[in-house]
């Protein structure tokens, strides 16, 4: 199976470090520490961001990863957009591998040492808007391997630097989500419920009687049902969401449990969501094939700049800057 593309999408903003998250700053002042001309901010920032890895791989704390980034990677800066484009290496650190032609097990070609990184490219954008407190961070990934936490670990390391916090939530922009739920189906159904008294722990299996935080999952499964209809249809009118006797397991009202709907898109993408929160979805982001480069898996930069400008610019109109 081919590897796919895939982007993480975060709202970024900026406080002082060590103050509180109610008073955010607006990019711009961090930008002047770096320069008062705004295009030589932006060069500024990515000449210190590269040599912040002073071409060295930063490894995470389990020392498994690595990611660095220097004069070969391309990075484009938009001042007028207040974007900035740019590409890291990273992969695997710590183990030795040796090294085989696909079609030939028996004949070694080479290894690769347990300080050494076989590296794949790995594509970010920055929009760090001068008159906003509220900035995007976008990291794009592959369908099995990713460096997100190490990207922002270190871009919160190198705003430090600064004197400045970086504060990172998750974010899926809503068309995306809407998208997502159109083309999608609920095919599995799980009741969750923690905080059962020892009586019923006991009911179930004396084996249980003593440990406080058993948890029970029901799932119900072997069905598909639209998104657009499945909440309505599970809503029973008197009896909640549940209609069967559960007061074994200390479900009696529908504030006792949680219920947790699985999603599938046409293309096999899963999301889940939770009932209290079942408007809250966010589905794994997965670029267009046509990103690839040809006879590669890797990201070809312009479609990809490209691309998440489109991204960005939906962002944008979203959150009504």
Do not use: C
């Not at 060590?18 to 901010?41: C, P, Y």
């Not at 890797?298 to 691309?307: F, L, P, S, T």
């Amino acid at each position: 199976m081919a590897q796919n593309l895939k982007l993480e999408i975060f709202r970024i903003s900026l406080k002082k470090k060590g103050g509180s998250n109610a008073d955010l700053k607006n990019f711009e002042e961090f930008f002047k520490v770096l320069n008062t001309d705004k295009t030589k901010a932006y060069n500024e920032f990515i000449k210190s961001f590269v040599n912040y890895f002073s071409n060295e791989f930063k490894p995470n704390a389990d020392g498994t990863k690595g990611i660095s980034s220097n004069k070969q990677n391309k990075y484009e800066p938009q001042p007028s957009k207040n974007v900035i484009n740019g590409e890291l290496f990273g992969g695997n650190l710590g183990n030795e591998q040796v090294i085989y032609d696909q079609t030939d097990s028996s004949i070694q070609k080479g290894k690769v040492g347990s300080n050494q990184i076989a590296s794949l490219p790995f594509y970010f954008k920055i929009w760090t808007p001068m008159d906003y407190t509220t900035g995007v961070l976008m990291v794009q990934s592959y369908s099995n391997y990713t460096i997100t936490d190490l990207v922002k670990s270190n871009i919160t390391k190198f705003f430090n630097n600064y004197d400045y916090s970086l504060i990172i939530n998750p974010f899926v922009p809503e068309v995306i989500k809407e998208q997502y739920l159109k083309n999608s189906q609920v095919y599995k159904l799980n009741i969750l419920k923690d905080g059962i008294t020892k009586g019923k722990r006991k009911l179930i299996n004396p084996l249980f009687a003593e440990f406080e935080n058993l948890k029970i999952t029901i799932s119900v499964s072997g069905f598909k049902e639209d998104v657009s209809t499945f909440w309505s249809k599970l809503k029973r009118d008197k009896q909640g969401f549940i209609g069967s006797n559960l007061e074994d397991f200390d479900i009696k009202e529908q504030d006792d449990y949680e219920i947790k709907a699985y999603y599938k898109d046409e293309d096999g993408h899963k999301a889940n969501v939770g009932i209290k929160r079942n408007t809250e979805i966010a589905p794994t982001i997965f670029l267009p094939d046509n990103m690839k480069k040809e006879k590669s898996n890797h990201y070809e930069y312009d479609k990809i700049k490209k691309h998440t400008d489109a991204i960005l610019q939906n962002i944008q109109k979203e959150i009504g800057y």
